[in-house]
T-cell receptor, first 112, second 118 residues
């Protein structure tokens, strides 16, 4: 039951360039979306979120875009830094509960 | 900065044994959660807990699982009779509120407990 999908298991980007991580979802009841970053042997760390009433949210180098009609969201990191190398998970929440549905993650490597 | 803590960091147990995973949520948070991640798979929701009772649970959270808030700071996950397939990383999370004014509160995750069932 893959309600949240991250189709790219890995991504490599040169330092200073833009990283774009993508996420698709199937459940039209999802109304809140988050991106988490995870280093090995650590728990997911919250990065940025977006409500379905918006189509963009920006926080420093991180911007999340939401396309509700396509059921697609993306995380842009610009400029990418080596410290951004981690696994990035997108998560979605239904308007009926608090349960987070996670994607399978995208491993980002930023090459110095 | 306040953080969610979990103990132990690693636990090895024999199949059929009971395990208790412990979490200390962020102190002013009212909602608590357990998730798990089997190696190579996605993070999966197990249960949410509010006001001393389960508010949501997934199909994974069967009768072998239970949660408890035994005091004002700890939040525990008990697996009564562990199975091989319970081997996973277990994450505790907490949020200040659940959903407030249409906004979903961010959940903050602990570092996880890696459980290995032999």
């Amino acid at each position: 039951d893959q309600q949240v999908k991250q189709n790219s298991p890995s991504l490599s980007v040169q330092e200073g360039r833009i990283s774009i991580l993508n996420c698709d979802y199937t459940n039209s009841m999802f109304d809140y979306f988050l991106w988490y970053k995870k280093y090995p042997a650590e728990g997911p760390t919250f990065l940025i979120s977006i409500s379905s009433i918006k189509d963009k949210n920006e926080d420093g180098r991180f911007t999340v875009f939401l396309n509700k009609s396509a059921k697609h969201l993306s995380l842009h990191i610009v400029p990418s830094q080596p410290g951004d190398s981690a696994v990035y998970f997108c998560a979605a929440v239904s308007n009926t509960g608090n349960q987070f549905y996670f994607g399978t993650g995208t491993s980002l490597t930023v090459i110095p | 900065e306040p953080e969610v803590t979990q103990t132990p960091s690693h636990q090895v147990t024999q199949m059929g044994q009971e395990v208790i995973l412990r979490c200390v949520p962020i102190s002013n948070h009212l909602y608590f959660y357990w998730y798990r991640q089997i190696l190579g798979q996605k993070v999966e929701f197990l249960v949410s807990f509010y006001n001393n009772e389960i508010s949501e649970k997934s199909e994974i959270f069967d009768d072998q699982f239970s949660v408890e808030r035994p005091d004002g700071s700890n939040f525990t996950l008990k697996i009564r009779s562990t199975k091989l397939e319970d081997s996973a990383m277990y994450f505790c999370a907490s949020s200040e509120l659940g959903r407030s004014g249409g906004i979903q509160e961010t959940q903050y995750f602990g570092p996880g407990t890696r459980l290995l069932v032999l």
